[in-house]
């Protein structure tokens, strides 16, 4: 007899949301490298605009993600160390803080391209990026496998 109602999946995920938050993350960092090495002549302004509006939405929704969902589950069924996700949540405190100087800078730059102000967007850039790969690589090699771990208890 064929069921009345089509099937549901079941309502937990199995990892491949956060999995797919961090790779947006790391896609983030590649496109921010990528835009301080075209520094300064190389750069293509329309695109640097583009890739400023994403930055702060990208980053967003990937934290929102880790903070509704993946840390209160690791938490409670993985156990994981209080202090370990307090300090989780300031760096996210603190790269969104950065994404904001941040995408005024980009714009900034994009609308008037002074050679001059190129090496303070590169470091700007790296400010973002580099902190973001260390924690999106905990995020992967840590926190990913606690997570799903926790959703198969
Ligand atoms: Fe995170």
């Known amino acids: ?43 293509d302004t329309y695109a640097a605009m583009q890739l400023a509006g994403r ?3 990208t980053l967003k929704r990937c934290q929102r993600l880790e903070e509704r969902v993946v840390f209160p589950m690791i938490l409670e069924r993985a156990h994981a160390p209080v202090q370990m996700i307090d300090r989780l949540r300031t760096e996210h405190m603190e790269d969104e803080d950065q994404a904001i100087q941040l995408t005024a800078a ?28 260390r924690h999106t690589a905990f995020d992967r090699d840590i926190l990913l496998p606690m997570y799903r771990r926790a959703l198969l208890d």
Do not use: K, N, W
């Not at 609308?111 to 470091?123: K, W």
């Open 1 to 43: 007899m064929s069921p009345i109602f089509p099937s549901v999946p079941p309502a937990a995920d199995d990892g491949l949301d956060f999995d797919a938050a961090i790779t947006r993350q790391e896609q983030l960092c590649d496109a921010l490298e990528a835009l301080a090495d075209s520094l300064p002549e190389r750069i």
């Open 55 to 57: 930055i702060v939405p």
């Open 106 to 133: 980009i714009r900034a730059y994009a609308q008037y391209p002074h050679r001059e102000d190129a090496g303070s967007l590169g470091y700007a850039l790296r400010g973002l990026f580099q902190p973001l790969r």
